[in-house]
């Protein structure tokens, strides 16, 4: 049985990377990270050092990430992925400070905390994962000035803000040349 196993997961190896192969080399060392991370999970569970309900949380948030890294990659059409952050509802606190946002009130492309891009959510399995982008230290600066420009000065700072146009606040493109 263990020799099957293996067989499986070497033909997944194999198989993974032409699959992969319509994404640029950044989108294919995402997938290929998440890829070891699943493994990494599978080693622990094998191992009992984790209990079934966690294994199945963090395997369906990998799964998450993936569907999202993808979608992202195919709509885009470019070789860059933001820092992708994947929490359930309960795990919210773990991201924003109180009083938490609602997964009712957020919208795609809305910014939270000058810290998180929302992208959306996605099931995976029976967990519902709320899918954002972490903002790098530039773009976070980029709010905070237009959101004080916006406010006059001595204006009090809000816990969210919506960019004015859904490029208006991304990273240019990159391309890579083959």
């Given amino acids: 049985m263990l020799a099957a196993a293996s067989g499986a997961g070497a033909q997944r190896s194999r198989r993974a990377p032409a699959e992969d192969s319509e994404f640029g080399?950044?989108?294919?060392?995402?997938?290929?990270?998440?890829?070891?991370?699943?493994?990494?999970?599978?080693d622990r569970v094998s191992r009992r050092e984790i209990d079934r309900?966690?294994?199945?949380?963090?395997?369906?948030r990998i799964r998450a990430l993936r569907q999202m890294a993808v979608r992202?990659?195919?709509?885009?059409?470019?070789d860059y992925l933001p820092e992708l952050v994947a929490v359930a509802l309960e795990e919210f606190d773990q991201l924003f400070e109180p009083p938490l946002p609602s997964p009712?009130?957020?919208?795609e492309g809305e910014t939270l905390e000058f810290k998180f891009r929302y992208l959306g959510a996605v099931t995976a399995g029976r967990d519902k994962f709320y899918i954002f982008a972490r903002l790098d230290p530039y773009e976070q600066a980029e709010l905070r000035?237009?959101?004080?420009?916006?406010?006059?000065?001595?204006?009090?700072?809000?816990?969210?803000a919506r960019p004015a146009a859904p490029d208006a606040s991304s990273r240019p493109r990159r391309v890579n040349e083959p």
Wanted: proline residues 4%.
């Fill in 25 to 42: 080399p950044n989108v294919r060392v995402y997938l290929e990270y998440l890829r070891a991370e699943q493994e990494v999970v599978d």
């Fill in 53 to 60: 309900r966690y294994y199945q949380l963090n395997s369906n």
């Fill in 72 to 78: 992202i990659a195919r709509e885009t059409e470019n």
């Fill in 104 to 107: 009712s009130e957020l919208r």
């Fill in 145 to 160: 000035k237009q959101q004080q420009g916006a406010e006059g000065p001595g204006g009090a700072q809000a816990t969210t």
